[in-house]
């Protein structure tokens, strides 16, 4: 390496050699240590690292390294998402297999992260599309099923005749796929579910141990996610039928205003209800066109409500009155019972609905005037047009009317869950095989578990349409029956490769004896996992998946705590000129580039302290140079002072004036840093700490004391290790230390070295640094005030302008605003 001089390249690569070499991130298990378990959220391996990842990652990595210095047994892993639709599109493009491509980008994917200089304990690295992982991923969906968590049914199912498998209802955007936009169509399929509406309400009640550690917003999400309603459900008949229908309602209160009934289009109900209808064609375009939107699209508040009348009547069941029944594409299927009862006076989008299509509309709750409703009164009040109920509070009403509708047994108070369960099934082959049987004879039986995993066949046809690929390969597809011997089919679907993420995290714990998927023992010891990193995105629907993989596994005896993720950290994204980088648009700035260019500590350095973590960081090209430079300036620090910082009896001696500055300058930044990484997860105040302790090193005069000067560098090389590991590496060596840096206890700061006499104050004009000036401890507000404006350099700054105002914080700056 360059002697005594900064080149990025050349120290990184010795550095990342040297930790490699002597397993420096493999995981301590040190009884007399405590557990920490970081990890951020494994990537898919699409082939390159955008800088979205390196923000994750770097953040990710400043927990680890802190927490290691600070005496923890530190797990950090690192994996890959490796199933999933986007490989399997590539084999179909380029006649690449998909066990090719995705190695091929695990491979290049992992070096990138190496270069970043990830403290990651690469020895338990997994890839959800090894055999040795999705056989039990494979063992886990027995076990659901074993616990009747795992059933199959027909179901309507979002189906994109260009990738040849089902959508989950967010991958339908304005009824089209989202990936390669062809309009997607209703399909009814035999699919395989996850019974999770069995666990909503402990989902629910559990977000309460979450409170603290998530963000606010993210419970919200998941809490609106998972919709818990309380009601009732009352039973109506149906004019000249056997049959009834079942509603599903909040307010039971409001039933004597009920005009008519509304079923999903999907209800089982319909096709007999319009069955010798004459208008029945007319329905059954609607139904078909209605089934080609979204369930976010169709329950958007923007939706126009649309609907047409069935020909039937259902019964009220109070009253006997006729009511008509519509079918309208706000209401679905399984939501409630997918069936509402219309109440316009009381509801905003029945009031809408009814307005449209000339439907009565009945008050039943006194909105305090005589007029003609002209919107949906929403408030409370006494009932009014509700027979007996009269006069009541409605509130009161809801549960007297429920207790009738009881008595007479056709209703009872209920809760429903906006959660439905979880399709799990896939109709593509780049996924876990599901692990069952299909025999004539026995039913659906589970392959035996000596057998797993199911290992996904080599040879199938990309190119055909409408169902699995995994259904051309007849060696695969024909097998017996375990049960009784027979010719038998193998299950063709694949899981959701939500699956996979699910339980990742236990994985890494450890493997165990080969008997289950995870080592009890050591998942108990690691998790819940201490911090977990990740976007956004996976808000809801990975956290809640892995929530409720936990909530099972507990229940099966196979970890003792309930939820997974302790604390969670969910970091903006990345944006150039105010949009998100991505490759659609254009705006994609390498990782790469800048590493080659800068070196990654830069890079690090940077992306930590452009912006707080949960915030949208802009990127910013000056930026990237005044990171390097910083690092630059740190190294120069260190190679013009290697003669005091070489002496290993030289002490420090804060009796002057100058050392004590910089002694509580020292000693405030491992306060702040400790604070800001350790507490807060600040990482840009924790570098801007460090960057004025390097300020404060900088303005120390010469002749004064040396061990002071030495003692505040080797503190600030100790405090940016964790941001810039191979500089602070370098440099920690060239200060002649043998110790290892990543392994050095954290800095304590000394409390009598923050209790000086003197506060230096940052004197500000308009909000800009313009002096700096040394006050008494004890001076007051107006003190200070009145010397500050009173400074040469200030008064020749306010010269021809007015105060307004001046601002005073205690012991930190003044603020002049001027005019």
């Known amino acids: 390496m360059s002697e005594h001089r900064y080149v990025p390249s050349e120290v990184e690569a010795k550095w990342q050699e040297k930790w490699e070499a002597s397993n420096a991130h493999d995981t301590t298990h040190d009884p007399n240590k405590p557990f920490y378990y970081c990890l951020e959220q494994f990537p898919y391996p699409s082939g390159r690292l955008h800088m979205g990842h390196v923000r994750v990652y770097s953040i990710g990595d400043v927990v680890a390294r802190f927490k290691k210095m600070h005496g923890h047994n530190v797990l950090h892993p690192m994996g890959w998402d490796a199933f999933g639709m986007p490989a399997e599109n590539f084999a179909i493009q380029h006649g690449v297999h998909p066990n090719v491509s995705t190695h091929d980008n695990i491979a290049f994917m992992r070096n990138q992260q190496k270069q970043l200089g990830l403290s990651y304990d690469w020895s338990r690295e997994l890839a959800t599309c090894d055999p040795d992982y999705y056989k039990w991923t494979q063992w886990i969906f027995q076990l659901f099923y074993e616990r009747g968590l795992a059933y199959k049914k027909k179901a309507a199912v979002n189906w994109c005749p260009e990738c040849s498998t089902v959508l989950a209802n967010e991958q339908v955007i304005d009824g089209e796929c989202w990936r390669c936009d062809s309009e997607v169509v209703k399909k009814d399929l035999e699919q395989w579910f996850f019974k999770i509406t069995d666990y909503a309400d402990r989902l629910l009640t559990d977000l309460e141990q979450l409170q603290g550690g998530w963000p606010e917003r993210v419970i919200t999400m998941q809490r609106n996610w998972i919709g818990k309603s309380t009601g009732a459900e009352i039973t109506y008949g149906i004019h000249g039928r056997d049959e009834t229908l079942t509603v599903f309602t909040t307010r039971p209160d409001t039933l004597y205003g009920v005009s008519y009934v509304v079923l999903a289009p999907e209800n089982e109900l319909v096709q007999k209800l319009i069955e010798g209808y004459a208008g029945a064609a007319e329905v059954q375009a609607f139904i078909d066109s209605v089934r080609k939107a979204s369930e976010i699209e169709r329950t958007s508040t923007d ?5 047409i009348f069935t ?5 009220h069941p109070l009253t006997g009155e006729k009511l008509p029944i519509w079918i309208a594409n706000y209401v679905l299927p399984d939501y409630g019972t997918g069936c509402v009862m219309g109440v316009p006076a009381h509801d905003e989008r029945d ?4 307005t449209k299509y000339q439907l009565p509309i009945v008050p039943v709750i006194d909105p305090g005037h005589q007029d003609a409703l002209t919107e949906a009164f929403t408030g ?3 009932l009014i047009n509700s027979a007996e109920f009269n006069g009541m509070a409605n509130t009161e009403a809801l549960t007297k009317i429920v207790e009738v509708l009881e008595q007479k047994g056709i209703g009872k108070a209920t809760t429903s869950f906006r959660l439905r369960d979880w399709l799990i099934s896939r109709q593509r082959y780049w996924g876990a095989p599901i692990p069952m049987i299909n025999c004539p004879s026995c039913g659906t039986v589970p392959v035996p578990k000596d057998q797993l995993p199911v290992l996904l066949p080599e040879h199938v046809d990309f190119g055909v349409k409408g169902k699995s690929p995994l259904e051309t390969n007849d060696e695969f597809v024909h097998t017996t029956c375990p049960s009784c011997g027979g010719a038998a089919r193998r299950e063709t679907d694949t899981m959701d490769t939500f699956i996979d993420s699910s339980w990742y995290y236990l994985r890494y714990t450890g493997k165990g004896d080969g008997t289950q998927p995870f080592d009890t023992e050591a998942a108990n010891n690691w998790l819940p996992v201490d911090k977990y990193v990740g976007g956004i995105e996976h808000a809801i629907l990975h956290l809640l998946y892995s929530r409720f993989f936990t909530k099972v596994l507990h229940d099966a005896g196979l970890v003792n705590y309930t939820e997974p993720f302790e604390s969670l950290l969910t970091q903006g994204m990345v944006v150039l000129n105010g949009a998100k980088m991505s490759k659609s648009k254009g705006n994609v700035v390498s990782p790469e580039d800048i590493i080659n260019k800068y070196g990654a500590d830069t890079a690090r350095v940077f992306i930590l302290f452009a912006a707080p973590p949960d915030r949208d960081l802009e990127w910013s090209d000056q930026g990237v140079e005044g990171a390097h430079r910083f690092l630059n300036r740190v190294w120069r620090m260190v190679e013009n002072h290697i003669p005091i910082l070489r002496k290993n009896n030289l002490k420090a001696d804060a009796s002057g004036d100058a050392a004590k500055k910089l002694r509580m ?11 800001d990484i350790g507490t807060r997860y600040q990482f840009n105040t924790a570098i801007s700490a460090i960057m004025e302790l390097v300020n404060a090193i900088y ?23 964790p941001a810039a590991p191979h500089i602070t590496s370098e440099l920690w060596e060239m200060m002649g230390e043998t110790s290892k840096l990543y392994a050095l206890e954290w800095p304590v700061y000394d409390e009598s070295a923050l209790a000086m006499d003197e506060v230096e104050y940052v004197v500000q004009i308009n ?10 401890k004890e001076a007051t507000k107006e003190e200070v005030e009145s010397q500050a404006i009173a400074s040469e350099k200030v008064q020749a700054l306010l010269e021809g302008k007015s105060i307004k105002k001046v601002i005073v914080v205690p012991g930190k700056l003044v603020n002049v605003v001027v005019g």
Do not use: M, N, W
Not at 351 to 354: G, K, T
Not at 699 to 721: F, Q
């Open 303 to 307: 939706t126009e409500k649309v609907g």
């Open 311 to 315: 020909g039937s009547y259902a019964v």
């Open 351 to 354: 009031f809408e609905f009814a």
């Open 380 to 382: 409370e009040g006494r």
């Open 665 to 675: 300058a020292t000693h405030a930044a491992i306060k702040k840093v400790t604070e």
């Open 699 to 721: 303005a120390y005069p010469e002749g004064a004391d040396a061990g002071t000067k030495a003692e505040a560098i080797r503190t600030a090389v100790i405090l940016l290790h």
């Open 767 to 776: 909000g800009k640094v313009r002096e700096r000036l040394v006050f008494p």
